[in-house]
């Protein structure tokens, strides 16, 4: 017999981390088409944010260039915001969403 599992031999344990997914934000870019009213529209329809959040992200969009709207694993980042982005096409405007991994 070989000495496997003797006293003398080191046993292997394997230690399984898992880790949380990586998150993506939602980016909201602004525009000099797209009416503001539209933009909270969509924000409240895709995102479910309410009245009052949704002006602020917009505005925001709009003074700054561009706003994080929220955080999300990747699959439902890049859904949302082509759903978002199809809205404002659908409308002939031309808002965009992206999306960007987070740090
Ligand atoms: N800048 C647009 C306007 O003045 C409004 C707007 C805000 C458009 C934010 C896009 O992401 C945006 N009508």
């Known amino acids: 017999m070989t000495d496997n599992n003797t006293s003398t031999q080191q046993k292997t344990r394997t230690k399984t981390k898992v880790e949380r997914p990586r998150l993506h934000k939602v980016i909201l870019v ?28 917009m505005h925001t969009a709009h003074v700054r260039g561009t706003c994080v709207v929220a955080v999300f694993t990747r699959d439902v980042a890049e859904t949302k915001a082509s759903e978002a982005t199809e809205l404002g096409r659908a409308s002939g405007y031309p808002l965009q969403f992206t999306t960007e991994p987070e740090e």
């Open 30 to 57: 602004n525009d000099d088409y797209t009416p503001r009213e539209f933009v909270v529209t969509v924000l409240k329809s895709v995102f479910h944010m309410n009245e009052a959040g949704a002006f602020r992200v």
